[in-house]
């Protein structure tokens, strides 16, 4: 991940990090931006945020070695948070104490009573006062973030068009194979389905007779299930599959039709232009943005 890929992240860590962690971690000062301390909870906490987002693609010691090979990106991170956060303080940003009490809420609703989640806060020695914080900090990071770089950015139709037309294979949809289907639980009744679709029995005929749904599947390029790839893309127009197991049911398959691509048209492709230029831009912006406050804050890592 790139280093302003990461901001956007972290923007996000206030709220993330409020009750899912012990409250026994070190109070250690691991870090000093301008006169607030960041603490060794501070990045226990991150770094097990962190451990969960990574455990997608890492398990195990590998994950553990990937956390711990991180450490030094995470103390940064949590410092350019507490940077961000100071600037939306310094300009006296205020946000909606409405909106907060509402955010609060739906974190209250997510467990199953009131008592359950004042239990979960006692467990982490916190009160509804530190949620309402945490809550408070993370819309502030927004609304400095909104105000300072994200307002600023401009994206032209003259943008969009030249990079339409400078990437034009990127524009194309993948072709997609359209399938009627049914999915049994009896390998005995696939294959008896199977034999009499060979002998010119419709596959509609057959649902009927055996109350079972036909449904239909689209599908593009690149997406089919492993287990059924090599059987689907032997497939003709109208022709039906022999059962095809996919984990725990068989399925039969009919191929209805194939859509070749195409070559999107501007008018098509433009959201999505737009979409990758402002949010390519709010990154350039953003890091900048932060490199700009870094240089004037003061930093000391404390090893």
């Not at 026994?24 to 870090?31: E, L, T, Y």
Request: glycine share 2%; hydrophobic share 40%; with cysteine.
């Amino acid at each position: 991940m790139n280093k302003s890929g990461w901001f956007i992240i972290c923007i996000f860590t206030f709220f993330a990090l409020t009750i899912s962690f012990p409250c026994f971690a070190q109070n250690k000062i691991i870090a000093v931006v301008n006169n607030e301390a960041i603490t060794q909870k501070d990045l226990d906490d991150f770094m097990a945020f962190m451990r969960i987002q990574l455990s997608e693609e890492f398990k195990g010691r590998q994950l553990e070695d990937k956390i711990a090979s991180m450490k030094q990106e995470f103390i940064e991170r949590l410092i350019e948070d507490r940077i961000i956060l100071q600037e939306a303080k310094k300009n006296k940003a205020t946000v909606d104490e409405a909106r907060v009490k509402a955010r609060v809420i739906e974190i209250k609703d997510q467990y199953p009573s009131e008592s359950m989640f004042e239990e979960a806060l006692r467990m982490q020695g916190l009160v509804q006062a530190d949620i309402e914080s945490k809550v408070r900090d993370q819309m502030l990071t927004f609304g400095i973030i909104e105000n300072k770089v994200r307002s600023k950015i401009v994206v032209s139709p003259a943008e969009v068009t030249d990079f339409y037309q400078m990437n034009p294979d990127s524009f194309k949809s993948p072709q997609v194979w359209e399938f009627d289907f049914m999915a049994l639980e009896s390998k005995d009744l696939a294959e008896e389905i199977s034999q009499a679709v060979k002998k010119g029995r419709p596959l509609e005929e057959l649902s009927a007779k055996y109350s079972l749904s036909l449904n239909k599947l689209s599908t593009k390029d690149g997406q089919f299930k492993k287990d059924a790839e090599d059987v689907l893309l032997k497939l003709k127009g109208n022709e039906v599959s022999a059962p095809v197991k996919i984990e725990d049911k068989y399925y039969i398959f009919r191929l209805n039709k194939i859509i070749p691509p195409r070559q999107l048209s501007l008018s098509e492709a433009q959201e999505k232009i737009y979409a990758y230029l402002f949010g390519k831009k709010m990154q350039e912006n953003l890091a900048k943005w932060l490199d700009e406050l870094k240089k004037q804050s003061y930093i000391k890592i404390i090893n």
